[in-house]
């Protein structure tokens, strides 16, 4: 099927931490293949590996120096096939992450590039002079930290780095980079990959009148932690240019077979959704993701925000959502102020795997896995290093995958590149995988529900207006309907059912009794039509 990726749900693997088979304390492909049955025993689609490339690991892979072999941390090309064929016989589609919009500062371009002004890769990078008085060419500041410029002192220029100064921003302004990046994304489409994740999707384009950023336009009583978000980005990101960019990777991807594109969209929270809307309408990306919901806020007003705000702007286009990833707190701790870790965990579950869109889940997730707590002599992630103690990095997510209760949690033989903690192996397979009453027996009914229920894949979205801290929507129409509702907190509340309705699916802490529905601390009620009308909700006391 063509479209296959409409309404999919994807999980999301990070390759260092799945399953180390080689006993070197870091993950790799054949450890990955022997645990894809637990990835297919979920009723997922397909799987996202976070990148497997040749990269000095300076941001774990996602600086990479050979695009087209794989790191022999994580193995060798044939391990690579050897994944994809058991991935597809298992029916498991594969997206790999392509970080195109940067390399590794030790790849052979960028080496080439630093040597002069005027050899064949000096143009590949973006360069540029210094001020007269030696400062950098515009106010651009890094994601990780301090300027977005470095100096090289060969070619007495500056060069952009949007990350790392170990990580050079490609210039995609020239036309042989680009038609590079294709034959790139060619060569793994030949491979028989079913997709690519997009890292950092907004930022192949700089401004090339290198004009400087202004402030961001909300005031906040502190800086931030990190003074590259009291920018706006208008200039070092999200360019015009990038449109027609996509178009042609786009053009490439419809050469071949039912293929598809998430991009990840990194800019402020009222320009992202702009944007993922504008790379998702037309003949540019598939699908996109913001950090929309990867923040802080648990509530019925940025949930519904964020989705009515998705598909006002761009009724032609396809998001991706997440609640966790490689880059972001676990969402069971970063929302523990709004139930216990379990109820999140499967409140959350039910509220993703409801939404209009395509989903993607993270690994240990579908255990209710908590953030792990990292000490500073434990942090391997640059922007955790630099800047401690008030942003902790993303070590704390990246911990590894927790099979069983043993001291090393099935994951590996040898030393954990990671530690990993008696929290988080309290939360592991092996004994989620023999309780019905466990998260991880939860995520399989509720994956298989959404399968099961073509509204909740891809029927349209309406919202019921009700008071905070309620949630609810429908999705699709007719007796096929699903009226999905949501208490987001652990005190209880009511509501009236109007119209013939009965309970459907893996609710929770949910109750119906003629007309009222009761709704337990974090409860979810899944609701269908048992007559013609359709089904509406009204708040009581
Ligand atoms: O993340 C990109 C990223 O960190 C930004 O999009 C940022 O969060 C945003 O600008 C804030 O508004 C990707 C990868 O997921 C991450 O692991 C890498 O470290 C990073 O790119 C660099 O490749």
Redesign the pocket.
């Known amino acids: 099927m063509q479209d296959w990726w409409r309404g999919s749900v994807t999980y999301q693997v990070y390759p260092r931490s799945f399953q180390d088979d080689d006993g070197n304390g870091i993950g790799d492909l054949k450890g990955i293949t022997r645990r894809l049955p637990h990835i297919a025993s979920l009723g997922v689609d397909a799987i996202w590996l976070?990148p497997i490339f040749t990269s000095p690991q300076a941001?774990?892979g996602?600086?990479i120096s050979d695009y087209t072999d794989i790191d022999p941390l994580f193995g060798t090309l044939a391990d690579f096939d050897a994944l994809i064929a058991t991935a597809h016989d298992l029916g498991l589609k594969v997206f790999i992450d392509q970080?195109l919009?940067?390399s590794s500062a030790e790849h052979p371009f960028f080496r080439e590039s630093r040597q002069s002004r005027d050899n064949p890769r000096a143009d590949w990078y973006v360069w540029a002079e210094a001020h007269p008085e030696g400062s950098p060419p515009t106010n651009w500041l890094s994601?990780?930290g301090g300027p977005a410029w470095e100096w090289d002192t060969r070619r007495r220029q500056y060069y952009l780095h949007?990350?790392l100064p170990s990580?050079p921003d490609f210039n995609y302004h020239n036309p042989a980079v680009q038609d590079w990046a294709l034959s790139v994304l060619r060569f793994w489409l030949e491979r028989g990959i079913d997709g690519f994740r997009l890292?950092?999707v907004n930022?192949f384009f700089h401004d090339a009148r290198l004009r400087d950023n202004g402030p961001q336009p909300y005031a906040e009583a502190l800086p931030p932690v990190n003074p590259c978000?009291m920018q706006d980005?208008v200039y070092s990101?999200s360019r015009p240019e990038n449109l027609k960019w996509l178009e042609r990777i786009r053009g490439l991807l419809d050469e071949y077979d039912a293929r598809a594109t998430v991009g990840?969209?990194?800019?402020?929270p009222y320009r992202a959704v702009r944007i993922m809307a504008d790379y998702t309408t037309g003949k540019r990306l598939h699908m996109a993701y913001s950090?929309d919901m990867l923040g802080p806020d648990y509530s019925a007003k940025h949930f519904r925000s964020r989705i009515e705000g998705f598909f006002t702007g761009a009724p032609k286009g396809w998001p991706m959502w997440a609640f966790s990833?490689?880059?972001v707190t676990r969402h069971v701790t970063r929302w523990s102020d709004h139930g216990t870790t379990d109820a999140i965990a499967r409140q959350a579950a039910c509220l993703l795997l409801s939404f209009e869109g395509s989903i993607c889940l993270y690994q240990g997730e579908e255990l209710g896995q908590l953030e792990t707590e990292i000490t500073f002599q434990e942090l391997t992630d640059p922007p955790g290093i630099r800047f401690w103690p008030d942003y902790k990095g993303?070590d704390g997510c990246r911990t590894p995958m927790v099979w069983d209760a043993s001291a090393l949690a099935g994951f590996t033989t040898g030393t954990p590149w990671l530690p990993i903690k008696p929290p988080q192996r309290e939360r592991n397979v092996a004994d989620q995988m023999v309780d019905d009453t466990s998260v991880l027996a939860h995520y399989r009914r509720m994956i298989a529900f959404r399968r099961a229920t073509p509204a909740l894949i891809t029927g349209k979205t309406r919202f019921v207006d009700l008071p905070e801290p309620l949630l609810a929507f429908t999705r699709g129409t007719g007796t096929g309907a699903v009226l999905a509702v949501f208490n987001l907190s652990p005190d209880p509340h009511n509501l009236l059912v109007e119209g013939q309705a009965a309970l459907t699916g893996p609710g929770l802490a949910a109750d119906l009794a003629g007309r009222r529905l009761s709704l337990g601390p974090n409860a979810v009620a899944f609701l269908k039509p048992t007559g013609d009308q359709p089904i509406s909700l009204r708040h009581t006391t």
């Open positions: 976070s941001d774990m996602y600086d970080v919009s940067h994601v990780f949007n990350f990580q890292d950092t930022y978000d980005g990101k990840e969209v990194g800019d402020a950090f990833n490689h880059d993303r």
